[in-house]
């Protein structure tokens, strides 16, 4: 017995083939679709015909800067110095004087300048100072040799300096001695009287003239 062949089964055994095949219709489709060139259709410009005008834009024309104006030159201000005021006082000079060899022509003498007073002022600083004869040092032993140490300042051990001011007079004598800074226990008094024993200075000069001049010397008390 003949068996009859149902259209509808071929039908579905050939149904992937045809989707194989418009698979491969697709793929064709896209891959032309990328490949194909398109070109416009506009104008196009030769760039090698076109004309080079750059320089001829380019070249700009020198401009003249006008020179800087120059300096301006101050006159000098003239002052006009009034001329010196005339003497209208006339002088008579009699010229018509008759000398002969018994005329006798008075002697002009020219008086001295009077010495200027040095006035009573006591320096502290002059061009040559007052002194001691033989120098400072033999002011020091002379203290030295004369100074006696006061019995209580030698108690209590007391030691240091006592600054004496005085005044050489132009005469070189001492005046006006007094302690101005002392030790106390009898040695401001000790220091005081040496100084008023001590024989006369050189006195102090300025310029070349003795003056009074003012001293501070400091006396020294140390214990042996």
Do not use: C
């Not at 068996?3 to 992937?16: G, I, M, T, Y």
């Not at 005339?86 to 022509?105: A, G, K, Q």
């Not at 030790?183 to 008023?196: Q, S, Y």
């Amino acid at each position: 017995m003949e068996l009859k062949k149902n259209p509808k089964s071929d039908v579905h055994r050939q149904k992937p083939l045809f989707l194989n095949i418009g698979l491969v219709i697709s793929l064709v489709l896209a891959i032309s679709a990328f490949e194909w060139k398109f070109y416009d259709d506009g104008n196009l410009v030769d760039l090698g015909n076109v004309a080079d005008d750059f320089e001829d834009l380019l070249e700009i024309p020198p401009t003249e800067q006008p020179p800087p104006p120059p300096p301006k030159i101050q006159q000098p201000e003239i002052i006009e110095i009034p001329d010196e005021e005339e003497i209208d006082e006339e002088i008579d000079i009699d010229l018509d004087v008759e000398i002969t060899e018994e005329t006798v022509i008075e002697e002009i003498i020219v008086a001295e300048a009077p010495e200027e007073e040095v006035a009573d002022e006591i320096f502290t600083i002059v061009e040559e100072q007052a002194d001691f004869p033989g120098g400072i040092a033999a002011f020091y032993k002379y203290v030295k040799r004369k100074m006696k140490y006061p019995p209580q300042a030698r108690r209590m051990g007391m030691e240091g300096k006592v600054f004496v001011q005085f005044v050489v007079e132009r005469d070189g004598s001492i005046t006006d001695v007094k302690a101005i800074r002392g030790l106390g226990a009898g040695t401001d008094e000790e220091a005081v009287r040496v100084i008023k024993s001590s024989p006369k200075w050189k006195p102090g000069k300025q310029r070349g003239v003795p003056v009074r001049v003012r001293r501070v010397i400091p006396i020294t008390f140390r214990l042996n």
